[in-house]
């Protein structure tokens, strides 16, 4: 694409779409793996919340309870990653520019 052309609006909604409903699913899968951790045990939770591998061990460990959470969780965090692959591959550029008041 070349640099002095940009994508259309609807476009640019659709992948602003894609990517902030694949956040609040990563967001929600999230919440619901915490939960169980806690729900499970105070230390699961709290060692979920110190040190992120804990929550996929305790995924690994109690995958009965924890299996919805951790494809929600997956599932949004696909969406976000496709959404950005799109946005690269059409030449979605950040914005540079700082702001001073």
Not at 30 to 36: D, P, Y
Request: charged share 5%; hydrophobic share 60%.
């Amino acid at each position: 694409m070349d640099p002095a052309q940009t994508i259309s609006p609807s476009t640019a909604l659709a992948l602003l779409a894609l990517v902030g409903g694949g956040f609040l699913l990563w967001l929600v899968g999230s919440i619901m793996m915490f939960a169980g951790a806690f729900k499970q045990s105070a230390w699961w939770g709290i060692g979920a919340l110190i040190l992120a591998p804990v929550l996929y061990i305790y995924v690994g460990k109690y995958w009965r309870t924890a299996k919805v959470g951790f494809w929600i969780h997956l599932l949004g965090f696909g969406l976000m990653a496709a959404g950005l692959i799109i946005a690269l591959r059409l030449g979605v550029k950040v914005p540079t520019q700082t702001y001073t008041i």
